[in-house]
């Protein structure tokens, strides 16, 4: 099963309001990243956030991430209409293999109108 | 950051045949990995690729459907075997870099008929 869930599944927001993504996971986690994807398309990598930190920042981006409750947050500010795209968050952890892995979260689509 | 080509880009296929995706990396790593990306779905891990030794698969995947090479460590294959209207998705490969971050290739789009 999916490790993380997203929510909101979508989200249409107007030109130049923020946008908030929220990403849970189940297990222990290395580290937590963000990507996102345009329609089609390769994934293009966002942020990775350390299990040791608890925010980041990059550009109009900003990612939290609360071990005790296994959640982290995308905040996109001042959004753009070439910001529309589904957003994933991917988790790295060790499996029952022994070995790492990444595990996808089901996505936010994400529509901002210009 | 890692630059990754795949060929091919997309392709359409008949049912019962088998298709071979290429991963290309420009720099070498040591693990590549294989996700299928299904319409309008996220990604799911099919196989952990390591050179030289065999492929590690996911829960739901067999190295007979997806057999993979991985002949040095800038390149790898996946073939997808005995195909159905099931298996149209897109496949991606991808590489750790940078210690933690993972990158994507393009990705090949398949459509099966």
């Known amino acids: 099963s999916q490790q993380g869930e997203e929510d909101p599944q979508a989200l249409s927001i107007q030109e130049g309001e923020n946008a908030t993504m929220n990403c849970s996971y189940k297990t222990s986690i290395n580290n937590l990243q963000w990507y996102r994807q345009n329609s089609g398309r390769g994934l293009v990598h966002l942020i990775l956030i350390r299990s040791n930190e608890r925010e980041k920042h990059s550009g109009r981006l900003r990612v939290t991430l609360d071990t005790s409750k296994k959640s982290s947050s995308l905040l996109i500010t001042a959004s753009r209409a070439a910001d529309t795209a589904s957003y994933f968050c991917?988790?790295?952890?060790?499996?029952?293999?022994?070995?790492?892995?990444?595990?996808f979260g089901t996505g936010t689509k994400l529509q901002v109108i210009p | 950051s890692a630059v990754i080509s795949q060929k091919p880009s997309r392709d359409i296929c008949q049912r019962g045949t088998s298709l071979t995706i290429q991963c290309q990396v420009d720099?070498?790593?040591?693990?590549m990995f294989w996700y299928r990306q299904q319409p309008g779905q996220s990604l799911t891990l099919i196989a952990t690729?390591?050179?030289?030794?065999?492929?590690?698969?996911e829960s739901g995947f067999v190295i007979d459907k997806f057999p993979i090479s991985r002949p040095n460590l800038t390149f790898s294959t996946l073939t997808v075997s005995n195909m159905s209207p099931e298996d149209s998705s897109i496949y991606l490969c991808s590489v750790d870099a940078r210690g933690s971050e993972q990158y994507f290739g393009p990705g090949t789009r398949l459509t099966v008929t």
């Open positions: 720099s070498q790593v040591t693990m």
């Open positions: 690729a390591n050179q030289g030794s065999e492929a590690t698969y």
């Open positions: 991917a988790t790295r952890g060790m499996n029952s293999g022994g070995y790492q892995k990444v595990t």
